[in-house]
């Protein structure tokens, strides 16, 4: 290991974010009741122009009369270039701060966009006499956010995770798409000929950098790294095979902009039974090769060494952490 540590963010359970518009009140109760991780009320961009200062009050009421359990709330801003952004910091987090866990911040770009909202944040707390610190959720969705995601990450005590915004940061990119995730005819490989001359088209994945970049700079410092939209929510195949991907890569969580998406994050962030056996034998035999001197010993007929155990306990923790709830 590098001389350097790494501290890590507070330990939160992050497998599914749901987003709840904030100008939808009649889906509070419901949400709460869902099997939601984390619930982000929205203000930003499911929210009209029109409706931003009402949606506003409505989240102050639903935080403060519903009944959220364990979950972790909370609430999407504005963006700071925007004149909403002072007053969804200051009313929310003044009115409501007490039930508030994080707030996001959308099409951050640069650090001194979250030193701006640490500020404002902090002020508020110290002045309410708030014991508890709000985390801070940042929404990677910007050519600019994308260059600077490694000061981002940095930039303060108070990040917990980076999410992917697949949707703006296609938007961003001037990408030629129009869906929120999911992948594209277009982005893919034909195969030579084969003898009968017949050619196969294989799809691929061009978020992939893009997520593994974010990932890097979110486990470099200690955060979760959490994958964004996928806006058919009638496509729950597609929906699985994005969320896999991008556990695959380190995320450990996905957003769900319907309810129906829940399940399936929760399954796909949640390490299997036959996961957690497979990393149990792992640990087993890896301390008994430790007990007869040996560095690395086979399993299954594939090597395993010291670096297969911190991959095996990954996994176990994550396990355990699930199982507390
Ligand atoms: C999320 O905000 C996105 O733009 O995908
Ligand atoms: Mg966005």
């Known amino acids: 290991m590098s001389f350097h540590p790494i501290d890590q963010a507070t330990a939160r359970l992050n497998r599914s974010e749901l987003a709840v518009p904030g100008s939808q009140p009649e889906m509070f109760e419901k949400a709460a009741k869902s099997d939601a991780d984390v619930i982000f009320l929205d203000l930003e961009d499911a929210v009209a122009p029109d409706e931003k200062e009402q949606a506003r009050k409505n989240i102050i009421k639903g935080l403060n009369e519903i009944d959220w359990g364990t979950k972790s709330m909370s609430i999407r801003i504005n963006g700071l270039d925007t004149h909403y952004m002072y007053r969804d910091v200051v ?13 996001m911040i959308p099409k951050v770009g640069t650090a001194a966009d979250v030193y701006a909202i640490d500020m404002m944040v902090t002020q508020i707390e110290d002045a309410k006499g708030f014991k508890k610190r709000i985390g801070f959720e940042h929404i990677i969705e910007t050519a600019l956010g994308m260059q600077n995601v490694n000061e981002i990450a940095a930039a303060s005590k108070r990040n917990e995770s980076l999410h992917f915004g697949v949707a703006d940061y296609a938007a961003s990119m001037r990408a030629r798409t129009t869906v929120i995730g999911g992948v594209n005819e277009h982005y893919s490989v034909l195969t030579d000929p084969a ?7 294989h799809w691929g994945d061009m978020w992939h950098s893009a997520i593994a970049n974010m990932v890097v700079a979110a486990r470099a410092n200690g955060l979760r790294p959490i994958d964004g939209p996928f806006g058919d929510f009638s496509d729950p195949a597609g929906y699985k095979a994005a969320a896999f991907r991008a556990a695959v890569l380190g995320c450990e969580g996905k957003w769900a902009i319907h309810p129906s998406q829940l399940a399936l994050a929760n399954e796909v962030m949640s390490p299997s039974d036959a996961e957690v056996t497979k990393a149990n034998r792992i640990i087993e035999a890896m301390a008994a090769a430790e007990a007869a001197g040996k560095g690395a010993v086979s399993l299954d007929g594939r090597l395993i060494d010291y670096a297969s155990i911190r ?7 994550k396990a355990k952490q699930i199982a507390a709830g």
């Open 91 to 103: 009313d929310v987090v003044e009115q409501a701060g007490e039930r508030l866990d994080l707030i």
């Open 195 to 201: 003898e009968d001359g017949s050619r196969e088209v």
């Open 311 to 317: 991959q095996a306990e990954n996994l176990v923790e």
